[in-house]
């Protein structure tokens, strides 16, 4: 079992062929847990390596359309993600065009089940719009904003995997609301934020000058992911909790603090006090301390990325980690508090993401 294991997740020996593999049949949905982001991240790298594309180069749509669909998926990447679209600004033109193409699809495929038509979406939706993906990355795209990401597919390696990881993420918000183990629960950050970190990969691109095996990149790409989902979670639990009645927060941790789920639910102040209480400090205390260590666990990865990649990357690692900064600075007060980063903090870690980018840790 193990062996047969090992050879699904490992790379394919024909790494350089030029046809696409984008699935092996029936395997994907046979995977559980951590098998599921090996998986995608060894097609990924198959793919990357061998700068494979998924669509024929020269995929053409109906006269300037392209343009005005990159230009609009621009548009929305600045509206939604202004920190995102400012550290596009030093990719190539082409790469941040590919960027935009692939935040809309995600931004478009998480709003199915989060955004203002949520209620109404069912499994068949998310079936329609995994139908349309895979129609995408087949050089047929539905609408021009799915262009641009069939346009995206025909210029960089990307390998629709983690997109299908990604769908199936949202799915697992359709059905499920409690995550019993920190495994259960790493598989859904995988699938909805580690999958981002392997869309964006191919299009990043390495330092030129490594020579080193694309894996430990790519693990580090994903514990980016993996942090930032975890710190996202760590920061909603007051709003998951009372308007959606979601639990993240593994409920074996939860029992070993002594904290019930009905707890979580009504919020964790200390009747006489109103304070936090100290079960649940200790309880956030643990998780933050966890969800550091993943940022950690990227940070040897992004000097190993092209240059021009490691400011938007640095960026978004620094941000994103202060929000964990900003709970404990709240007393762990994620009920009634929610942790955000001010703009003069974001602006004073901006020059700083540049400064860590200019001096890769070899040279600091
Ligand atoms: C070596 C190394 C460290 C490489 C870096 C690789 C890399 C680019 C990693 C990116 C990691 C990253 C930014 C992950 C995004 C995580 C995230 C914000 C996921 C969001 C899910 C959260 O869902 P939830 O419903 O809990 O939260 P909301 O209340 O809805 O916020 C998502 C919403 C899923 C959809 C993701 C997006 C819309 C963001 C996609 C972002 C990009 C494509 C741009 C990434 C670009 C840069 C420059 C980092
Ligand atoms: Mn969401």
Redesign the pocket.
């Known amino acids: 079992m193990a062996v047969a294991r090992a050879t699904l997740l490992r790379p394919q020996s024909n790494v350089s062929s030029s046809a696409p593999s984008s699935s092996a049949p029936g395997l994907p949905q046979t995977l559980k847990g951590r098998d599921v982001e090996d998986y995608a991240m060894w097609r990924c790298i198959e793919a990357h390596q061998g700068q494979r594309m998924s669509v024929p180069r020269g995929f053409k749509w109906s006269g300037g359309v392209l343009d005005q669909a990159y230009e609009k998926c621009g548009q929305v ?1 600045s509206e ?2 202004k920190t ?1 679209y400012l ?2 600004q030093l990719m190539t033109p082409a790469q941040a065009k590919a ?1 935009w193409a ?2 809309v699809w ?2 478009r ?2 709003e199915l ?2 955004g203002p038509n949520a209620s109404k979406i069912t499994p068949k939706a998310l079936d329609r719009w995994e139908e349309r993906l895979e129609a995408l990355f087949d050089g047929k795209p539905y609408d021009e904003l799915d262009a641009a990401l069939t346009d995206t597919a025909a210029k960089f390696p990307l390998h629709i995997q983690p997109f299908r990881d ?1 769908i199936e993420g949202m799915r697992m ?1 359709l059905v499920k609301s409690r995550y019993e183990t920190f495994d259960e629960l790493y598989e859904y950050c995988y699938r ?3 999958t ?2 392997l ?3 191919p299009i ?1 691109g390495i330092e030129p000058s490594y020579k080193g095996q694309l894996e430990p ?2 693990r ?2 994903l ?3 993996t942090a ?2 975890l710190t ?2 760590l920061r ?1 639990v007051g709003e998951d909790a009372y308007q959606r009645n979601r639990i993240y927060v593994p409920l074996d941790e939860l029992d070993k603090y002594g904290i019930s789920e009905k707890e979580l639910l009504t919020g964790l102040h200390a009747p006489t006090t109103g304070q936090m209480d100290d079960r649940w400090r200790t309880f956030m205390h643990f998780q933050i301390t966890r969800a550091r260590q993943y940022f950690t666990d ?2 040897s ?2 000097d ?2 092209a240059p021009q ?1 490691r400011w ?2 640095w ?3 620094i941000l ?1 980690r202060q929000i964990l900064d900003a709970i404990e600075a709240n007393d762990y007060d994620n009920f009634s508090k929610r942790a955000y980063v001010p703009k003069w903090r974001k602006m004073v870690s901006l020059p700083v993401a540049y400064t860590r980018a200019l001096m890769p840790a070899r040279r600091r």
Do not use: H, K, W
């Open positions: 990447t939604y993600a995102f550290g596009t960027v692939v935040y995600c931004r495929t998480d089940v989060d990604m918000d909805v934020a580690g981002v970190a869309m964006c990969m990043m990149v790519y580090a790409a514990a980016l992911g930032n989902q996202n979670i909603d990227a940070e990865g992004v190993l990325l990649a938007p990357v960026s978004a690692l994103y």
